[in-house]
């Protein structure tokens, strides 16, 4: 969860059709009256999208990280803009890329945390940082 002034956001999933269905990325918002739904973020191109993170600098400025399994696990990275979630392109190496943390230091520079499972080098860490236009 990440709050800015008097708005929070908090990121996840949800199972669709039971404790076995696919799992599809969840955003809830507060602004002091009770936790309501906010837009859904977009989905990944996986069966199993997953949100663990998320950094807002504004009620209009958040940024989400986690992961979307297509086969193997690759990155997945939201930006919300006050009105809708979009899917942001990030790069992914190894067989499963898992992001786990971000912190944003402005709308449009964050850096997220997590790691890669390789199966010639093993687990390693992985940072992706960069900046973006809203």
Known sequence: MSCAAAACTATGYSTIGGTDGPERTLAKSWDGTPLVGGARPQSGSGDNDVLESVSCISATACTAAGSSIVGRALTLIESWNGTRWS???????????????????????????????????GIRTLVESGTASR
């Not at 709308?107 to 499972?117: E, I, L, Q, S």
């Open 87 to 121: 899917v942001v392109p990030s790069p992914g190496r190894g067989n499963a890329n898992y992001l786990n943390g971000v912190s944003c230091g402005s709308a449009t520079a964050c850096t997220a945390t997590g790691y890669t499972d390789n199966r010639r080098q």
